[in-house]
């Protein structure tokens, strides 16, 4: 049993890459044999974007690959004396509708009306394609 490390999510993607190479498969296939789509096998071995670990384990199992985790050594754990600079959290601000302001008439005098209505799509009547042949055949008459 060979052991591999993968300290990233994009070494993680270079190992999946690397086993489906070795079956020659191509993303769609393993995609296939996981039930995933071969946008997200590709995101895997990408190491990009947030992938769910559900199919992370689906592509594992469809290349018959076991997942093993080992804790690190004892000087790998101690904290990193440099500071670890923690940003605030995003403040939300609320989006408020634009206000209605009413128009204004000719002179001084204001008028208050409600906001216009809106738009309803209005859905045009398509002409067949034999009026259409027919128009065509018209405007060539016409143009003799």
Do not use: C, H
Not at 20 to 39: H, V
Not at 91 to 117: L, Q
């Amino acid at each position: 049993m060979t052991r591999y490390l993968a300290a990233t999510t994009k070494d993680f993607g270079q190992l999946i890459r690397g086993f489906r190479k070795q079956r020659a498969w191509t993303q769609a296939r393993l995609a296939e044999r996981a039930g995933l789509l071969p946008k997200t096998v590709s995101a895997i071995e990408a190491g990009a974007g947030q992938v769910l670990l559900a199919n992370v384990m689906r592509a594992l199992s469809a290349l018959d690959v076991d997942l093993s985790l080992d804790s690190r050594p004892e000087n790998r754990t101690t904290p990193d004396p440099t500071p670890t600079v923690v940003r605030p959290p995003a403040t939300v601000v609320p989006v408020r509708p634009k206000a209605f302001k009413p128009r204004r008439a000719s002179g001084d005098e204001t008028v208050t009306s409600s906001p216009p209505p809106a738009k309803q799509a209005t859905k045009r009547a398509r002409p067949s394609p034999a009026s259409r042949a027919t128009s065509a055949a018209k405007a060539l008459k016409e143009k003799w």
